[in-house]
């Protein structure tokens, strides 16, 4: 029963990806370079302040490698969570209702089309950097 839960959940969460297409990935190239100077995404992406962010839909939290997390974005992934696009959507609206006592010291984005567009942007990005 677990293994069907959890291949039922995987499922959910690529299909959940997929829907980020709701977005303009190109507006949302536009927005994201409000994120640039602290992400990076891309073929040739790497942590900066912040970690690169290929593949980040779909993705649990706190696996980059290499990268330091917050103990509370680590607290986090020790209950399992994912970056979906309903906890991206919250994150980029105000990431301390979501990480209270986490690093990312930006605002967020209030418009629900530039969120919407940012998550569709980044989910071109598969794990290795290369559009989707």
């Not at 995404?41 to 980040?56: I, M, R, T, Y």
């Not at 399992?80 to 990312?104: H, N």
């Amino acid at each position: 029963m677990k293994r069907l839960l959890m291949i039922a959940g995987t499922a959910l969460i690529a299909f959940t990806a997929q829907a980020s297409a709701e977005g303009d990935p190109a507006k949302g190239e536009k927005v994201f370079r409000k994120c640039a100077a602290c992400h990076a995404v891309g073929e040739d992406a790497k942590n900066k302040v912040g970690p690169q962010l290929n593949g980040v839909v779909g993705r649990a939290w706190g696996t980059i490698e290499g990268y330091k997390y917050s103990p509370s974005l680590m607290e986090g992934a020790g209950e399992g969570r994912v970056w979906d696009v309903e906890t991206l959507d919250a994150y980029l609206l105000k990431p301390r209702d979501v990480i209270p006592k986490g690093r990312m010291a930006f605002a967020g984005l209030r418009k629900d089309e530039d969120r919407a567009d940012v998550i569709a942007y980044l989910s071109q990005y598969s794990v290795d950097g290369t559009t989707n």
